[in-house]
């Protein structure tokens, strides 16, 4: 075979100018020669091309960012993410822990698995090696793809009827646009595993079954995930040697003004007030739902009721003992500073799991983090100091003729010793029985009235930031694709 490279010319035919572009000719014995032309029209089809390419690229790697589980809420009306499940991609020989078995075929398990295909993620079924997947008629193999998996065996799932018609099911598993389908049990024990498109009202379901054989049918099974009513946490063993401590920004919590008009010094004996906002999270524990009602059982303490994951708040108010002596003719301004301390601690426990729908319970031994947030490093802090002198004729506090000559207001100020007590220093103790943390917390929302948010709102909202965040990059990864189409037709442009 021989290579010869073709002339470069321009020619016009009527009102249509065309291009004749070196191109290489492949020269095979008993064929001949060709030349391809390639008009204005066909070069704009091309930079066309590259742009309908790049943004594919752009949303197939959107489409590829995320290995979290989509299923479908009756109870919220929309798709949210999963807890307990997640898709893992398969590296070579290794298969993670708890894939989820979907079905079989004489003696071979089927798990579920996706596989990536003209830029979507179809679902379909792992024999080991491969993960065979159907689009459009067309049955191929992959060696690369993701397995669905329960995170720390936490997931309940089951397989529901389906017929045809039936748009939504609760708890329904989905993948791109695909629900994972199983077919009802074979004559001969088999069970095919396929798809559903989740807005195809009256499509039907499409199994592979043997090599490219394909069938669709109008009943079926739908893999869904059941969701825990409650939870219930036992055995709590601290790791108290584990404890980390993270301390937030200082802050101003009340500021107090003093002024003595006097021309004596005036003894201060003053109770500074001011609210403390305490938090503490029971959370960072796999496969557990944010926002779920949960009984937390401490030995030696009352049951805690608390919502999963969600801060529970106590503003309390807090109460200090200033003393101190102001000069005569003077003014100060005092803060009080603190600082809020986050403890957290590790914990193991036993997980009771319960699904009403299901009159089941699931237990199981988990770790997670106990987080508090408390005030300490209590601090004052003089923030101003003034010194002026009040003639007897100005009843108005703080005017004067202007700064005392004979004194340095910051040497004065210095000489000023404050001493701040707590209650517990100042009166003795109370003779109530103490309340422990968490009761308080219980009795102080109640009382103030305080509410926390529903479980539907947290759900909500933390759905609504992914779905922003997968946009912003989604956006980003777009603009790239077109500025990359844009040097590309710079590029070509320049080529003719």
């Known amino acids: 075979m021989s290579v010869t490279e073709g002339q470069h010319e321009h020619s016009r035919s009527g009102d ?50 995320s290995h979290s589980v989509s299923i479908y809420s009756a109870k919220y009306q929309q798709t949210i993410t999963s807890s307990t499940l997640k898709w893992v991609e398969v590296v070579g020989s290794k298969y993670p822990q708890y894939m989820l078995l979907g079905g079989r075929i004489g003696s071979d398990d089927l798990f ?18 491969l993960c065979t997947v159907e689009l459009a008629g067309k049955v191929e193999n992959f060696s690369r793809f993701d397995v669905l998996t329960s995170v720390g065996n936490s997931s309940l799932t089951r397989w529901a009827s389906w017929r045809r018609g039936l748009i939504h099911v609760d708890g329904a598993i989905s993948t791109d646009e695909f629900y994972i389908m199983r077919t009802s049990e074979t004559e001969d024990g088999n069970r095919y595993l396929g798809k559903l498109e989740t807005k195809a009202e009256h499509q039907k379901a499409r199994f592979v079954l043997q090599g490219q054989s394909i069938s669709t049918q109008t009943s079926a099974e739908i893999l869904v995930e059941v969701m825990p009513d409650r939870y219930e946490l036992a055995n709590i063993q601290f790791s108290g040697n584990k404890k980390r401590y993270n301390d937030l920004k200082t802050s101003s919590l009340t500021t107090k003004t003093y002024i003595n008009n006097g021309s004596k010094p005036r003894g201060i004996h003053d109770e500074v007030a001011f609210p403390v906002t305490l938090e503490e999270t029971w959370g960072h524990v796999d496969g557990m739902y944010t926002g779920t009602p949960t009984q937390i059982h ?77 005030l300490t490093n209590v601090q004052i802090r003089k923030e101003s100091f003034q010194l002026f002198e009040k003639p007897t004729d100005l009843p108005v506090l703080g005017q004067g003729q202007g700064p005392m000559q004979s004194a340095d207001p910051e040497t004065v100020q210095t000489s000023i010793q404050i001493t701040m007590k707590s209650p517990s220093t100042t009166w003795e103790p109370s003779t109530e029985p103490s309340t422990s943390w968490s009761e308080q917390k219980s009795e102080s929302s109640h009382d103030s009235g305080q509410s926390f948010q529903s479980p539907e709102i947290w759900v909500a909202t933390d759905s609504v930031n992914d779905a922003a965040r997968r946009s912003g990059a989604c956006i980003q990864s777009g603009l790239n694709a077109l500025v990359l189409a844009s040097l590309s037709a710079v590029w070509l442009v320049d080529a003719l």
């Not at 579920?112 to 090696?129: E, M, N, S, T």
């Open 298 to 374: 401490l030995r030696g303490r009352a049951t805690m009721e608390v919502s999963w994951g969600i801060p529970r708040q106590l503003v309390k108010e807090e109460i200090r003992f200033l003393e101190f002596e102001l000069p005569p003719f003077s003014k100060i301004v005092l803060s009080v500073d603190g600082t809020m301390e986050i403890e957290q601690r590790p914990f193991t426990a036993v997980l009771e799991s319960y699904f009403s729908q299901l009159r089941r319970v699931e237990r199981r031994n988990v770790e997670g983090t106990h987080k508090t947030t408390n």
């Open 112 to 129: 579920v698995c996706r596989a990536k295909d003209f830029g979507r993620q179809i679902p379909g079924y792992l024999i080991k090696p």
């Open 16 to 65: 249509s100018d065309y291009v004749v572009v070196p191109v290489i000719v492949h020269h095979e014995p008993g064929k001949r020669e060709t030349y391809r032309h390639r008009s204005v029209s066909g070069i704009v089809s091309a930079m066309f091309l590259v742009v309908l390419y790049l943004l594919i690229a752009a949303v197939d790697q959107c489409s590829g960012q």
